[in-house]
């Protein structure tokens, strides 16, 4: 998330602002291939491609990060603007880019590592876990005022976090397979032992030990290697959602940030009212989370509080009921209403890929959709 250009002061509070980044693979404007671009990769380091944009690990990838915003509309408007400057960017290195979690048919074995020292760090410390990063995502960041408020937040956000996931999956295809999930970005990104919903941490002091542990261990150098489902960034004073596949409408990213931004001020809240937390055991939130990865929107989530099984769209309904009285406050329930409806009447990225692939048995009319979804930005 970049600080904004000269503007009037930002408000302060917690979820006054919030921000987003997102990746996007590249590919060839015919074939729709995964495609190396050394090139834009490098005159992204140089910083000469759009002050919005960020290079990744491997050079068929690319990133964008919006300014920080303070509205729903300021957001979009953001996104527009920062996806415009990606594609833009991607059409002058002769390529375009594909706005969702995994690339429908191609593989790690088409990627090059980008040639930056923090990537080639990475590759030495992770092996092959790094030189298969053929995943991309979506991070909302949001502001908090000190590292107590993010763990105190963290602590109780962990239940909603599955729910979140399901109204994003945009990775259902892998090395050209129906993996049979919603989200396989997740499964493929649990394999790295630093990701996954964080266990419960109680304070701030307790969240710096475990980073300075997993420092001492080797896994990680600092804390910002840490890919939880969510952390305190290690460069902005911001809670870190990083649990989304990369959507491919920009009103679902939108959605999910605007969602995200919420459970931050009503959680910070109770956290001030100092209402216990969920004890909530780790073992159900990786089966809720799987569930999520697995059913999207299409089947039943596992509520790891209530140990049951509810229809994804009825855990979606409770989530926007617990949030309402936040969202009209801020003026915000109209249009999250509108979105989740208009994301409950066209299904979410994955959903359409499958729609698409089960009626024309083409990968490439799959890709070429996800680009074509991603790339009209006043829709959604």
Do not use: N
Not at 3 to 13: A, D, I, K
């Amino acid at each position: 998330m970049e600080p904004p250009p000269t503007r009037s002061p930002l408000p302060t509070g917690t979820g006054a602002t919030f921000g987003v980044e997102e990746e996007f693979h590249l590919v060839d404007p015919v074939t729709y291939r995964l495609t190396r671009s050394p090139e834009l990769a490098a005159a992204v380091l140089r910083q000469e491609s759009g002050r919005h944009l960020h290079a990744e690990i491997t050079t068929t990838q690319l990133e964008s990060a919006t300014d920080v915003c303070t509205g729903l509309a300021d957001l979009r408007a953001e996104l527009v603007t920062t996806r415009a400057e990606a594609a833009g960017a991607a059409a002058r290195a002769g390529v375009r880019i594909l706005a969702a979690s995994t690339h429908p048919f191609d593989s790690w074995q088409q990627q090059d590592i980008t040639p930056a020292p923090r990537y080639e760090a990475m590759v030495d410390r992770w092996a092959g876990l790094a030189l298969q990063q053929d995943i991309v995502g979506c991070h909302v960041h949001v502001g908090v005022p000190d590292l107590e408020t993010a763990v105190a937040v963290m602590d109780r956000v962990r239940p909603y976090l599955p729910v979140l996931l399901a109204m994003t999956g945009s990775s259902p295809f892998h090395d050209g397979v129906d993996t049979g999930h919603h989200s396989y970005r997740t499964m493929w990104w649990s394999r790295w032992p630093i990701t996954g919903i964080p266990e419960y941490l109680g304070s701030a002091e307790r969240f710096r030990e475990v980073v300075a542990g997993l420092v001492a261990s080797g896994v990680i150098a600092d804390g910002s290697h840490l890919y939880w489902d969510l952390r305190p960034s290690s460069h902005l004073p911001t809670l870190e959602f990083r649990l989304a596949d990369v959507c491919t409408e920009v009103g679902d990213v939108v959605l999910h940030a605007a969602l995200a931004r919420c459970l931050v001020r009503v959680l910070a809240a109770r956290a001030e009212r100092d209402e216990p937390v969920p004890q909530v055991r780790s073992e159900l939130l990786r089966a809720a989370r799987w569930r999520a990865a697995r059913y999207g929107l299409d089947g039943s989530l596992f509520d790891p509080v209530r140990c049951e099984l509810v229809p994804a769209r009825v855990a979606v309904r409770r989530l926007l009921v617990e949030l309402r009285d936040d969202l009209t406050r801020h003026g915000e329930w109209d249009d999250v209403v509108d979105l989740v409806e208009r994301l409950f009447e066209r299904g979410t990225s994955s959903s359409r890929q499958r729609r698409t692939w089960l009626r024309t048995g083409d990968w490439r009319e799959v890709a070429a959709r996800i680009v074509r979804e991603g790339t009209a930005l006043e829709s959604g």
